[in-house]
């Protein structure tokens, strides 16, 4: 499984790609360094590949929505 750091400050967003199951977990971790099972400060959304360019997509809109500027 691959692991990439979306923003490696607080709260690191991960996400991470499992080839067997060809699917994606978004993680979001508010505290990285405290073990967040004990503390519910972790949160994973799963999602098959090929809803990514969904994902983008809405990503991408708020983004401009938010800045005004396109990506």
Known sequence: MNKFI???HRPEIS???DEHDNSLTISINHCPGVDSEEL???REIEMHVGEVPRLIDALT???ECASGEKP
Do not use: E, H, S
């Open 15 to 17: 996400v991470r790609y």
């Open 40 to 42: 519910d400060i972790c």
């Open 6 to 8: 979306a923003t490696p």
């Open 61 to 63: 809109k708020a983004y």
